[in-house]
């Protein structure tokens, strides 16, 4: 009867922690708290050193539920990725994921010998513990924080933190097998079988994500168990990967980026689901972290733990994100922002765990110091993303209002859906637009009635409607009926005080405004000049002409349709004065080599 009594006090003091923590959410609106650092705070203070006193000290099952959980997010991480991110920013995100990771690694290590007094092989281990980002942290961030980033520096975070978890996992498990086993000479030798971890863990995500995809749209079962069965197969996916000593976390990853892409029954309903299921993994993961943390051990490290995370955050992200993007196309404003959110979470304290379970005896010394370094970085960069977007230039001011759309599932049609609105008050139907044919709705509701709505009658603000589209002309719904903005003065700079076409040449702009335009370039149009600078441009993408700064206003397919003008731009402040200014800094380069030799005075003859 008292393990009974003892099993219904853990239930009991579980759903309160859940519950809580659900409630925390209006918390982290209000002040703009990252949730996740909420999350962990509420785990230390149910843990033994807080007001919960719950004495919670076993390393293994706490690796457990994290890495469980981990698998669920980053399977989620990788179902909502759309493919178009990878074509945006395939080579930014994985370099960042691979170079980056071990970058950040080797800056580290010495910062944390010095100040700790480790050896440089554990020193090394630390430095690959906290140099992964965190994919729960970034997108939760991104995604739900309200932040609206352009679209390549998304991409490049949410690629970055859905795949930097293998480098991570094998430089952290190779350096504690090089302390464990004398006869392992260094880490590299291990190369050769990482490298087979992650091709296999590629390989079988990719087949994962394609019998997930093909079984849901084969096999037909009550609707609420299609979410279930898809979770079940990325679960297979990752542990089977794991007990074939293959990466579980690239695989689950993969099969969540193939399976999400691809056209599945019942897509809607299975998205629902993953959010739900998401946020309980994130809210039990980071509760269990926090309980398995000991706060009164944190003071024999806790300065050097802060300086050590100073050091991650201010230098050696920064260098790693600048050096891995230096081959590409981003702006400084770009690279700063990718450098300043690096957020560390969960993986970090996972990974410190691994020294713990091995027996190493510097692991609670590194498990301490990760902590600090993760809340550090929560507490730091987590709560600072919008000032930072805002202050680099990388927020994307709305162009529609709020649209209220409810996608429904219909059962045995895969290329339609049914979508419910809910018409704004200054959408472009009430002030008139006519309905085009495809898009007249099966269903109006005014007031709680059926109403029948002839052509020749508008739509009211606040009617609900119902209606049948193929997805491809879901974004236009939304145009319809959402809101239209009313530019604030700042979003105004960010946009341009008028719009003109993208094939207004650049003759026509230096006869209207006196620019002083190159001759062999006055035919070129402004498509053209982003073109040139971009390659794929999106909304956002910014040039200086003489005098003016053209902004993508909108584009289609990477090509653009409207620019911007902005008529008397301010002066570009660089977030780093000491590096070259400009889109691309190879160009830059180019330049200043030529100016130098035209420069030099000709050899006497």
């Not at 906290?130 to 490049?156: H, K, M, N, Q, Y």
């Not at 089977?240 to 000593?245: K, P, R, V």
């Not at 019942?266 to 959010?275: D, H, L, S, T």
């Not at 230096?326 to 304290?349: H, K, M, N, Q």
Request: charged share 15%.
């Amino acid at each position: 009867m008292a393990d009974l009594q003892l099993i219904n006090i853990v239930i009991l003091i579980g759903a309160g922690l859940l519950t809580l923590s659900a409630l925390t959410s209006l918390l982290s609106a209000r002040l703009g708290v990252p949730l996740l650092l909420i999350f962990l705070c509420l785990g230390l203070a149910a843990g033994e050193d807080g007001i919960g006193k719950i004495d919670f000290d076993n390393a293994p099952i706490a690796y457990f539920i994290g890495s469980v959980a981990l698998a669920i997010i980053l399977f989620d991480a990788g179902f909502e990725t759309p493919w178009r991110s990878y074509r945006l920013a395939a080579g930014p995100g994985i370099l960042l994921a691979t170079a980056g990771v071990v970058i950040t690694a080797s800056l580290v290590a010495p910062v944390a010998h010095w100040l700790l007094g480790l050896d440089w092989t554990t020193s090394f281990m630390l430095g690959a513990i906290v140099s992964s980002t965190d994919a729960a942290a970034v997108f939760l961030l991104l995604r739900l924080g309200g932040v609206s980033i352009r679209d390549r520096v998304r991409s490049t975070l949410e690629i970055e933190s859905g795949s930097n978890d293998p480098i991570a996992i094998f430089l952290t498990l190779g350096l504690a097998e090089v302390v464990s086993n004398p006869e392992i000479d260094s880490v590299f030798s291990l190369l050769p079988s990482f490298v087979l971890e992650l091709g296999a863990g590629g390989l079988v995500g990719w087949f994962g994500g394609r019998t997930i995809a093909w079984l849901v749209n084969r096999v037909r079962l009550e609707e609420g168990l299609y979410p279930l069965m898809v979770n079940g197969l990325a679960l297979a996916v990752f542990g089977g990967l794991n007990a074939a000593d293959a990466s579980g976390f690239l695989g689950v990853y993969v099969a969540g980026l193939v399976a999400g892409n691809a056209r599945l029954h019942g897509a809607p309903a299975i998205r629902r689901f993953q959010v739900g299921l998401t946020w309980l993994c994130q809210i039990g993961m980071f509760l269990t972290l926090g309980l398995l943390a000991t706060p009164s051990g944190f003071g024999t490290v806790l300065w050097q733990a802060a300086v050590i995370g100073m050091v991650l955050i201010l230098v050696a992200r920064p260098i790693a994100a600048w050096l891995c993007l230096l081959p590409f196309r981003f702006g400084r404003s770009e690279t700063a922002f990718i450098g300043w959110t690096g957020l560390r979470g969960a993986v970090s304290i996972l990974l410190a765990i691994v020294p713990l379970m091995a027996g190493h005896s510097q692991g609670q010394v590194l498990f301490n110091t990760a902590f600090i370094v993760v809340l550090l970085s929560l507490l730091l960069q987590g709560w600072t993303v919008r000032p930072a977007a805002r202050l680099l230039g990388q927020l994307v001011p709305p162009r529609l209002g709020p649209v209220d759309r409810v996608e429904l599932a219909l059962p045995g049609e895969q290329a339609v859906e049914m979508v419910a609105y809910t018409v704004h008050a200054e959408s472009p139907v009430v002030r008139g637009q006519h309905l085009p044919r495809w898009a007249r709705p099966a269903l109006v509701l005014r007031g709680g009635r059926e109403i029948e709505l002839p052509a020749t009658q508008k739509l009211e603000a606040g009617d609900h409607l119902y209606l049948f589209a193929t997805p491809d002309k879901v974004p236009l719904l939304d145009k319809l009926f959402a809101g239209q903005v009313e530019l604030s003065p700042e979003d105004r700079e960010f946009f341009g005080d008028f719009t003109v076409p993208a094939a207004t040449p650049l003759e026509r702009l230096s006869a209207e405004y006196g620019l002083s335009v190159p001759t062999e370039r006055r035919a070129h149009t402004l498509a053209e000049e982003f073109r040139e600078v971009y390659g794929a441009v999106e909304v956002g993408d910014r040039l200086r002409l003489a005098g003016l700064e053209l902004v993508v206003t909108d584009e289609e397919g990477g090509e653009p349709r409207q620019v911007g003008l902005v008529l008397d731009p301010p002066k570009p402040r660089p977030p780093f004065p000491f590096l070259p200014s400009g889109v691309d800094l190879r160009a830059w380069l180019g330049r200043r080599l030529q100016r130098r030799r035209q420069a030099q005075p000709e050899p006497p003859p």
